[in-house]
């Protein structure tokens, strides 16, 4: 993962930057690398440097999670799909849902945003509505999720809360709440799976083989 964090930021800061750092890396694949690129465009994935090209030149559309159930149920209820998994306003949304999304209904990357708070982590900023939290995942076409993010809840006495609501012991992260006792500053962050930019950048379809070092059961050596 590379994971950035980001001080004094709002969650639309948060967006803004992963977007930005996520066309940079396309961008400098285009410009260093063009001659790979047009290997995987022959032999991988027709038409692979051009789709490139439009996720640098396109802004990436914005949709609040509600807005993205919405479409996709209206999307089921027109036939134009259907789904192995169940969808409803709540439910982690599976990468067929994310796909669909992306490759059907917007046609490129698009950022959604402000989830459920039972899906996600406790030291997300809880909104206003009590509902959701200032959450953001990056999807693209073919791969799903590629760009996982948020604001960070920097109330203790909130951040307390939600580990009360989520069940989990308060003893076991008195690290992470000093950092709040003692004083901090609202901040966000984010993390971009690695391999996943590489089949991003390569048309490469199945994630094990754009792994740079292989797990396999009884491999952790250290």
């Given at each position: 993962m590379i994971e950035p964090e980001l001080a004094f930021a709002t969650l639309e800061d948060d967006m803004c930057c992963a977007e930005d750092y996520?066309?940079?890396?396309?961008?400098?694949?285009?410009?260093?690398?063009?001659?790979?690129?047009?290997?995987?465009d022959q032999f991988i994935e027709k038409g692979l440097i051009e789709r490139i090209q439009k996720v640098v030149d396109t802004p990436f559309k914005r949709v609040t999670y509600t807005e993205g159930v919405q479409i996709l149920e209206e999307e089921i209820k027109q036939g134009k799909v259907k789904f192995e998994n169940k969808l409803y306003w709540g439910v982690d949304l599976a990468?067929?849902?994310?796909?669909?999304?992306?490759?059907k209904v917007f046609?490129?990357?698009i950022i959604l945003y402000n989830y459920p708070k039972d899906i996600k982590a406790f030291y997300m900023k809880l909104n206003d509505d009590g509902k959701t939290v200032q959450a953001m995942d990056i999807l693209v076409p073919r791969i799903?999720?590629?760009i996982g993010g948020?604001?960070?809840e920097e109330n203790l006495e909130k951040l307390d809360q939600r580990i009360t609501d989520c069940k989990l012991d308060k003893e076991a992260?008195?690290?992470y709440r000093q950092l709040r006792e003692y004083g901090t500053v609202p901040h966000c962050g984010f993390g971009l799976g690695f391999e996943r930019l590489v089949m991003m950048a390569t048309g490469?379809?199945?994630i094990r083989d754009v792994?740079?070092?292989?797990?396999?059961?009884?491999?952790?050596?250290?």
């Open positions: 996520l066309k940079f890396c396309l961008q400098y694949v285009l410009t260093n690398n063009i001659e790979e690129l047009k290997f995987f990468s067929e849902h994310e796909r669909h999304l992306t490759e046609n490129g990357p799903g999720e590629i948020s604001a960070r992260y008195w690290w490469i379809e199945n792994i740079p070092f292989p797990r396999a059961p009884g491999q952790a050596d250290f």
